[in-house]
């Protein structure tokens, strides 16, 4: 009987511990999502104000 106690608690222990980093990422995901969005937001503003679009195999100005 006591180690089914024992184990229990140890079930416990777990679940409270995953519990509260679901709770903690779930808040990261939020904070990334907004962030996205943001920048998602910016970037839509500088494509319809006619901003200059890099290209990746351009080269720098200071070449």
């Known amino acids: 009987m006591e180690h ?6 140890h079930l ?6 995953l519990s509260e980093i679901v709770a903690r990422q779930e808040g990261e995901i939020s904070t990334l999502t907004r962030r996205v969005h943001m920048l998602m937001q910016r970037e839509g503003a500088r494509e319809a104000s006619g901003g200059a679009v890099v290209m990746g195999d351009e080269r720098p100005p200071h070449y």
């Open 4 to 9: 089914l106690e024992e184990q229990i608690a």
């Open 12 to 17: 416990m222990r777990t679940v409270d511990d």
